[in-house]
């Protein structure tokens, strides 16, 4: 019989107070016994509507079906049929919104907890499985991924499953994209990251890092090297600022420049590795999506006595997880909501203050959201030294510069045919960020899934042909 309990078994967490003065990770994960009777919370529905609601389509109630059992390994085979990054997943998905958001329980009472079962069986098989032995026949095609994060990743793992030889592509040190650089060790440990990436490294991907495509080579070269197709994976990580004065004085922070200051180039442990973060006592973040989040919550643990959010609209359309804006609540981070910038201050080059106004709501604009409108002479100013922005990003534009025949959008993000994730340039697919703007993992990660299987489709097809 089905657990009927209404409440997911809580999730294990570092107290709030002890948690914002260190970099461990937040949620603590299940142990086996919560989650085999988490698991048991499952209806096992015929339909499966939590499965529709999966962008790379796990086969969600039979890896619970497996974890009520106690049989973790299996569970771990069923998930990774589909999802080569199940310890990711499990942790950055936003699962409310997707599988956990069809859940039949979510009726009446809180749905299963997908997400803790998938993290923890992943965890699980980290730390008790055996590794496979992949023994895969090579087809002796090429395939160029460009970027390591999770679009790239996924298609490079998928095509070396089915016999290709993929080489992936990074244009920083350290593979992982916005899974190394922007993501904070105490949502998404760098090891695990690690981890997950050398899985697909034994499928037989290589990966060539410090090769910036449109600088080191070009899509075009990459096609006279003999590549038979190259999915572009290279995210958004060219920051939008608001345009206002004063954003260009010492302190200000675009959030990516500053979470890879201090994810990816460890300057959280400084002096010891040598990148400083700059940090005053009173820290504002402009922007209330997940990444504004993630460096509000990174700066209080650099210290920052008293971090803002500071966002134009009310609590309703705060656009990052329900997840994230609880744990940032309970870490002391205070919302400035229906609050704007308009000029940014300083002295001797330096930030000093943030001049604001108050907002209300209006009716809905084209995103569906209430239209903020400035309330009249209501002017105020916040004493601040560090101000971060994180209002968006939109992709690099070299290699829409550097490929003749790529078409794209004004905002910057490459056109693709949504079925195949084919571009307008013979040969070449993109997914993820780089096409759709700052979005999620498993977003990105579903755009990988989809673009291998056209180009497997489409290279065999073409070498049909030729035969």
């Known amino acids: 019989m089905p657990n009927m309990s209404l409440e997911k078994v809580k999730m294990p967490e570092q107290e709030p107070q002890v948690r914002n003065q260190n970099f461990k990770e937040v949620a603590l994960g299940y142990t086996k016994e919560q989650a085999m009777e988490e698991a048991t919370r499952c209806l096992n529905c015929k339909h499966s509507p939590c499965k529709n609601g999966c962008p790379v389509g796990v086969p969600i109630p039979e890896f619970i079906s497996e974890v009520a059992k106690g049989n973790f390994e299996e569970a771990y085979e069923i998930i990774t049929q589909e999802n080569a990054l199940p310890a990711i997943c499990g942790r950055v998905c936003p699962q409310e919104n997707q599988c956990e958001g069809k859940c039949v329980r979510g009726i009446r009472g809180e749905s299963v907890g997908i997400g803790r079962l998938e993290r923890f069986v992943a965890d699980y098989h980290r730390e008790h499985g055996t590794k496979k032995v992949n023994q895969i026949e090579k087809n002796g095609m090429k395939v160029a991924i460009v970027g390591s994060g999770p679009a790239g990743m996924t298609c490079a793992g998928e095509l070396a499953k089915k016999g290709y030889d993929v080489t992936v592509f990074e244009a920083l040190h350290k593979t992982g994209g916005v899974l190394s650089y922007g993501i904070p060790e105490f949502r998404l440990p760098k090891d695990l990251v690690q981890k997950e990436i050398d899985g697909v490294a034994d499928l037989g991907v290589k990966f060539e890092t410090n090769v910036v495509v449109g600088r080191s080579v070009t899509i075009d070269e990459l096609q006279e090297e003999g590549y038979a197709a190259i999915f572009v994976g290279s995210g958004a990580g060219l920051p939008r600022f608001q345009g206002i004065p004063g954003e260009n004085l010492n302190g200000v922070y675009a959030a990516n420049e500053f979470l890879t200051r201090v994810n990816l180039m460890k300057g959280y442990e400084f002096p010891n590795h040598p990148t400083p973060v700059k940090i005053s006592d009173t820290v504002c973040v402009i922007g209330a999506g997940n990444v504004a989040m993630d460096a509000a919550r990174t700066a209080k643990r650099l210290g920052a006595k008293n971090v803002y959010i500071v966002y134009r609209r009310g609590e309703?359309?705060?656009?990052?997880?329900?997840?994230?804006?609880?744990?940032?609540?309970?870490?002391?981070?205070?919302?400035?909501?229906?609050?704007?910038?308009?000029?940014?201050?300083?002295?001797?080059?330096?930030?000093?203050?943030?001049?604001?106004?108050?907002?209300?709501?209006?009716?809905?604009?084209?995103?569906?959201?209430?239209?903020?409108?400035?309330?009249?002479?209501?002017?105020?100013?916040?004493?601040?030294?560090?101000?971060?922005?994180?209002?968006?990003?939109?992709?690099?534009?070299?290699?829409?510069?550097?490929?003749?025949?790529?078409?794209?959008?004004?905002?910057?993000?490459?056109?693709?045919?949504?079925?195949?994730?084919?571009?307008?340039?013979?040969?070449?697919?993109?997914?993820?960020?780089?096409?759709?703007?700052?979005?999620?993992?498993?977003?990105?990660?579903?755009?990988?899934?989809?673009?291998?299987?056209?180009?497997?489709?489409?290279?065999?097809?073409?070498?049909?042909?030729?035969?």
């Open 316 to 467: 309703q359309e705060i656009p990052a997880r329900a997840e994230e804006v609880h744990h940032a609540k309970e870490e002391g981070i205070i919302f400035k909501l229906l609050t704007n910038p308009v000029k940014i201050e300083g002295k001797d080059g330096w930030v000093e203050s943030m001049e604001c106004v108050e907002m209300e709501l209006g009716e809905p604009d084209a995103s569906g959201r209430r239209r903020p409108i400035e309330k009249a002479e209501s002017n105020f100013t916040i004493e601040t030294g560090t101000v971060i922005v994180s209002i968006g990003q939109s992709p690099n534009p070299l290699i829409r510069q550097t490929t003749p025949g790529l078409d794209t959008q004004k905002w910057g993000g490459i056109i693709v045919d949504e079925e195949t994730m084919k571009t307008s340039k013979d040969g070449v697919y993109a997914g993820g960020d780089v096409v759709t703007g700052a979005a999620t993992v498993i977003l990105a990660m579903g755009a990988g899934k989809k673009a291998a299987q056209a180009i497997d489709e489409a290279l065999k097809q073409k070498q049909c042909k030729n035969d």
